[in-house]
């Protein structure tokens, strides 16, 4: 697969081009118990997701630990091998299919940022060193010369001094300085779509608005693409143009931000939006609190997987005989919930189906 | 009974802590003055190094040592001065009047102790009980702390529960001996938002029933608007500002203050603007006096008159204090 560069855009989604298009990815681990480490079970931390992201637009992928998202981002980089079934299109290319020579063109175009900016980077490296290395990796550089020059280029793009930095270590950096040094090795290769699981999480409120800024100047200038992983909401809401709420390994509700901040039509959405603290003291607090947590993904409950936790509940979503609905209830607003029906317009577009538990996985 | 009653529950007045590391003395809290009533919830807050732990440790005695020691000022806890009490008396009071839960509820539990051991072991020692009485208290606070069928799960080990149910446990530990002082480390940072919510509101109901003072700490100033009466803003090892709640919130008096509610994403303000982020980073704390203010580098509201000195915590109206020359009108 040759890289063709095709002009990017400066600004905003462009939703005419698809960059990656998912459909019905699952992702079961197995179980393994015993002498000859029989498969006992799985668990299936992403069943049955499907979203499409665009040239220069941020995904923004929501839900409570365990709920899958960072498995959907591993898997679709091709870090969870191999897939359990589903398809995931990089340009109309489908991933799960590419080998060797192909996969190392592919990761080219494909990034990951991690949450943890200690862990993630080698503490035996410099910072030269660890942003360059793609560089001479994918053949990118002629040269030593032409490499430090593109990689101080780069530490300036993030925000670090490209003569003092470039020959320290990690440990000398910051927490929110090394996650530009996380950014500036993801965009060494110009990719199209960076995965960010978490970016933020671990840094300090002042520190993750320096850098979630520097995530959107990043954007408008390379038209780069985000799947925006994380579990504050707050921050998702700010960085992304739609978001994507998982629960339980399936996605509940996908709507554009201000939609699906607005008018959250699933009992999950609105739960997770109603249990944010405010920062404004005369707030009303959270009038429905979510109880229980989140059941196993080894044995979903039955019907639909929020169930045992939804306020509105009825029978028909407690047992696997009748499948969940799949509603839009506006323009690319979509929800897995039988409470979709109640809104005006409403189309059922699809449905969740149950029982295939038994099918094999391999 | 009645002095009990009369008397502040915590009284921190100049506390520094000063800690002795391979690049040289750092004085990681510096002049730190605060107090805490019963069944008040007192909001810490500041960005990662600027002393709220380290008060916090320092109010306990859990300090490391030796790099770390307390060298100025006084803790009163009931009317008594724990600085420089001896060990054996402190721990008489953490436990049984002070307790403490931290922001990893898995690093904090043994995880080769079934919780029934670990709560049983600190109702013995801290309240001589006998074992029977002991594990019904301890099964008693988990259930009163949320967690389902807790005389068959107190048999469980830590890693049988999930994050949100360890925290509960803790917080059923802290309150075995019914302390009159909850200290709660960013208890609920590692936990998700839905967790968060029944974990506060956990902490809140306890407070109302039990009267216990408590001493937030975090970084979410969501929480402090949701939890805290009266919020300490600290940086650079000091408090930079002292108030109530609202007026905290409505109109901040430092700088500091009003550029960290800016960083706050929020889920009304208009998604994709720029964020407010606070350039540059903390100053070191050398143990060296400041000959200006110490947030100056990063002060948006900076001007010549703010490199005359690092001005004093003022408290210009009743129970409102700040470490800022401007006028308040001024601060946004």
């Known amino acids: 697969m040759s890289a063709t560069e095709t002009a990017r855009p400066t600004k905003g989604p462009d939703t005419s081009r698809v960059v990656l298009s998912v459909r019905d990815l699952k992702k079961w681990f197995p179980i393994r118990k015993g ?18 992201i665009h040239a220069g637009e941020t995904l923004g992928l929501v839900g409570e630990s365990g709920c899958g998202k960072t498995t959907v981002g591993r898997t679709i980089l091709r870090l969870n091998d191999p897939v359990t079934a589903g398809i995931a299109e990089f340009h109309g290319q489908d991933v799960f299919e590419l080998q060797g020579g192909d996969l190392r063109a592919l990761r080219r175009r494909m990034q990951i940022i991690f949450q943890d900016p200690y862990s993630s980077l080698n503490p035996r490296m410099t910072v030269e060193s660890i942003v360059g290395e793609a560089l001479t990796v994918h053949g990118m550089v002629a040269n030593k010369k032409e490499r430090r020059e593109r990689v101080q280029d780069l530490l300036e793009k993030c925000g670090l001094d490209p003569i003092r930095h470039i020959t320290r270590y990690p440990h000398e950096f910051s927490g929110g300085q090394r996650q530009r040094i996380g ?16 970016p933020v999480s671990a840094l300090d409120v002042s520190i993750q608005a320096q850098v979630i800024n520097l995530l959107q100047r990043l954007q408008e200038e390379m038209g780069i693409a985000y799947l925006f992983i994380a579990h504050g909401l707050a921050v998702v809401e700010h960085i992304s143009h739609r978001v994507a709420v998982m629960y339980l390994g399936r996605i509940a509700e996908i709507a554009d931000t201000e939609t699906l901040y607005a008018n959250p039509v699933h009992p999950y959405t609105q739960a997770l939006l109603s249990a944010i603290p405010s920062p404004d003291p005369d707030a009303p607090l959270n009038p429905h609190p979510l109880e229980g947590e989140v059941p196993t993904p080894i044995n979903p409950p039955a019907g639909c997987r929020f169930h045992p936790r939804c306020r509105f509940a009825e029978d028909r979503c407690k047992s696997n005989t009748t499948p969940i609905p799949i509603y839009e209830v506006g323009p690319g607003h979509r929800v897995a919930c039988i409470l979709g029906e109640n809104v005006d317009g409403a189309k059922r577009v699809g449905e969740l189906v149950h029982g295939d538990d038994e099918t094999s996985a391999s | 009974m ?12 100049g506390l520094q802590t000063e800690f002795v590391t391979d690049d040289g003395l750092v004085r990681a809290v510096d002049g730190v003055s605060f107090s805490v009533d019963r069944g008040e919830i007192l909001g810490i807050v500041g960005e990662s190094g ?39 008396e402190l721990r008489s009071v953490r436990g049984n009047r002070i307790a403490m839960i931290f922001q990893d509820p898995m690093t904090s539990l043994n995880p080769y102790l079934r919780v029934e051991e ?77 967790i968060q919510a029944q974990i506060l509101e ?30 300490l803003v600290m940086y650079a090892g000091r408090v930079v500002e002292e108030a109530a709640v609202e007026p905290l919130f409505a109109t901040p008096g430092h700088p500091y203050t009003a550029a960290l509610l800016r960083s706050v994403p929020t889920l009304d303000d208009e998604a994709h603007g720029k964020l407010q982020s606070i350039a540059g980073l903390p100053p070191r704390l050398d143990g060296g006096s400041f000959r200006q203010c110490t ?38």
């Open chain 1, 35 to 52: 002498l000859f480490s029989r498969v006992v079970g799985h668990v299936k931390a992403v069943d049955g997701v499907s979203f499409d």
């Open chain 1, 183 to 198: 950014i500036a090795r993801a965009i060494a290769l110009e990719p199209e779509l960076i995965v960010c699981d978490e």
């Open chain 2, 2 to 13: 009645t002095e009990r009653g009369q008397a502040r529950l915590l009284e921190v007045s």
């Open chain 2, 50 to 88: 600027c002393g709220k732990s380290v008060t916090n440790l320092s109010v306990m005695g859990l300090l490391p040592k030796p790099q770390g020691r307390i060298v100025g000022g006084s803790v009163f806890f009931d009317g008594r001065d724990l600085v420089g009490l001896p060990e054996s």
């Open chain 2, 118 to 194: 670990q709560l049983v072991e600190v109702a013995e020692l801290h309240m001589g009980l006998s074992r029977p009485e002991a594990v019904k208290r301890a099964v008693e606070l988990l259930d009163r702390c949320g967690i389902p069928d807790a005389a068959r799960r107190i048999r469980g080990y830590p890693h049988e529960f999930s994050g949100g149910m360890r925290q509960r446990v803790m917080i059923a530990m802290a309150l075995l001996c019914d302390p009159d002082l909850l200290i709660a480390d960013e208890p609920t940072t590692a936990l998700d938002v839905t």
């Open chain 2, 202 to 231: 956990l902490i809140k109901e306890l407070r109302d029933e039990r009267g216990m003072g408590v001493i937030l700490i975090t970084h979410d100033l969501g929480v402090v608007a949701g939890m805290c009466d009266r919020v």
């Open chain 2, 295 to 332: 947030f100056l580098p990063r002060c948006a509201l900076a001007h010549d008159a703010c490199n005359e000195g690092d001005p004093e915590l003022i408290e210009e109206t009743p129970g409102r204090k700040r470490r800022c020359i401007l006028p308040v009108e001024q601060v946004r």
